[in-house]
């Protein structure tokens, strides 16, 4: 028996409080060991849990670090507004960049590369939802300051800064703050310009 599956570690806990310590052992797993070095065997030394435990939650390694990370996804992404749509949207680019940088590029590809169609859901929930939520609210927070006219923007326009911003992060492996800030002023704001925006004052 290995230290990691040692049954006297473990600790009785039920309910949330385990749901807790499992997923936060997951997230300091895939951080200092990356997705590669992430086992069963290691989150549940970390949570301090059985395996038989933790499989009876989760099938797999991706369904494990999905679950982890759409936990703490809304954490990530701005709370308030900057007051103006252009400070918001480098706000939530950069924002975002920072996320797939501590994720890493490899982390990444491999979740895409192990998910199965009952964990599409989640990987959309993950990697779309929570940005989505801030990124409409940004939007309806410029219509509010009259950045934007009252009729929302067409849907793909709306949703043009995280289709740039998703397609740079996962094609070229990178995004810095030149790129969040090229992507914004360059492609985004023009386009919203055509639809009626103009800069607050």
Request: hydrophobic content about 40%; glycine content about 6%; aromatic content about 4%.
């Amino acid at each position: 028996m290995t230290e990691h599956s040692d049954p006297a570690r473990a600790t009785r806990r039920s309910g949330e409080e385990l749901r807790e310590a499992i997923l936060d052992a997951v997230r300091e797993e895939l951080f200092e060991r990356g997705y590669a070095g992430l086992t069963f065997d290691g989150v549940a030394h970390r949570a301090h849990t059985s395996k038989p435990v933790i499989y009876r939650r989760y099938t797999s390694r991706a369904q494990m670090v999905i679950d982890a990370l759409i936990r703490s996804a809304p954490a990530d992404l701005p709370a308030e507004t900057t007051g103006t749509l252009r400070g918001d949207l480098l706000a939530l680019g950069t924002a975002l960049a920072g996320r797939f940088e501590q994720l890493g590029i490899h982390t990444i590809r491999r979740l895409i590369a192990e998910i199965d169609d009952d964990l599409l859901p989640q990987m959309a929930e993950l990697a779309s939802a929570p940005a989505e939520k801030t990124l409409l609210r940004a939007l309806s927070d410029a219509r509010a300051r009259g950045e934007l006219p009252p009729e929302p923007l067409p849907q793909r326009v709306a949703m043009l800064p995280l289709a740039l911003l998703s397609h740079d992060m996962l094609f070229h492996g990178h995004l810095d703050d030149a790129g969040v800030l090229d992507i914004v002023d360059t492609i985004c704001l023009p386009m919203f310009a055509h639809h009626g925006y103009k800069p607050a004052e």
